[in-house]
């Protein structure tokens, strides 16, 4: 898969080279793509924002280098074209799935006040949020997209985690213990140890079931948030 990110901060995305994306992009399953908006600018100070029509406070992003940016980023309109903002459907696992059965995403950022809201009409599929807060920019939320995106592709993550997600049937994750068995007068509880494998099982799944009920009952009652 490939990932273009559309910002105009492009230095913020070194983060994305580290870690498992960066596995993911060494091994060639992950095509990450980092383009700076300020390199398509028309305007000879290379200006990306300008002052709001109606009055406010802020700049916003004009058209043209957003434009520009998406044209080049994907001519031929294959990509699917993603804009990072508050205001769209917030993120969920099932999008994430079929968001990474995608060839091409194309992420873009918003800074200051957002971008002008032609570029989004005209260049944008769909708008994203990752959740109901208000950040400086859509950067933290594009890298968020493409870190859940690329754990999808294949062999990026071991075979039995995505395995494991998915029997866990949208309840939260049991927890977890390693060595050493005694830390701090805390055990790790017996159950573990024991190398009952059906009780084992049986533990993590009442584990996961109580950690949900008091956390998120909302996932209970299968309900989206
Ligand atoms: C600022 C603002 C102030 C008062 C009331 C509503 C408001 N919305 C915004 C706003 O959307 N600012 C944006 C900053 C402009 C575009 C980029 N920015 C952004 C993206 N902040 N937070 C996100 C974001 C994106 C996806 N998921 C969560 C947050």
């Known amino acids: 898969m490939k990932i273009t990110i559309l910002t105009l901060f492009p230095e913020m995305f070194s983060a994305l080279h580290a870690s498992i994306l960066g596995r993911a992009e060494r091994s060639g399953k992950l095509d990450l793509e980092v383009l700076d908006i300020r390199d398509y600018t028309e305007d000879k100070h290379k200006k990306c924002d300008d002052y709001p029509f109606g009055g406010g406070a802020g700049m916003v992003m004009t058209p043209q280098p957003v434009g520009s940016a998406v044209e080049a980023a994907d001519p031929a309109h294959r990509a699917r074209r993603i804009y990072l903002s508050p205001k769209g459907r917030t993120l969920t696992q099932q999008r994430v799935m079929e968001l990474a059965e995608e060839e091409h995403l194309v992420l873009l950022c918003g800074h200051y006040e957002g971008v002008d809201q032609r570029a989004i009409d005209l260049f944008i599929d769909e708008e994203i949020s990752i959740g109901d807060y208000v950040l400086t920019g ?29 029997f866990s049937e949208g309840l939260l994750e049991y927890p977890h213990y390693t060595r050493p068995v005694e830390y701090r007068g805390m055990e790790v509880p017996e159950v573990l140890r024991s190398g009952n494998h059906a009780e084992i099982d049986r533990w993590r799944r009442e584990q996961s079931l109580r950690i949900t009920e008091r956390q998120r009952p909302d996932l209970l009652k299968g309900e989206k948030a």
Do not use: F, T
């Open 138 to 166: 859509g950067e933290l939320p594009a890298m968020v997209l493409a870190d859940c995106v690329a754990r999808y592709l294949d062999g990026v993550l071991s075979p039995g985690s995505l395995v494991q997600e998915s």
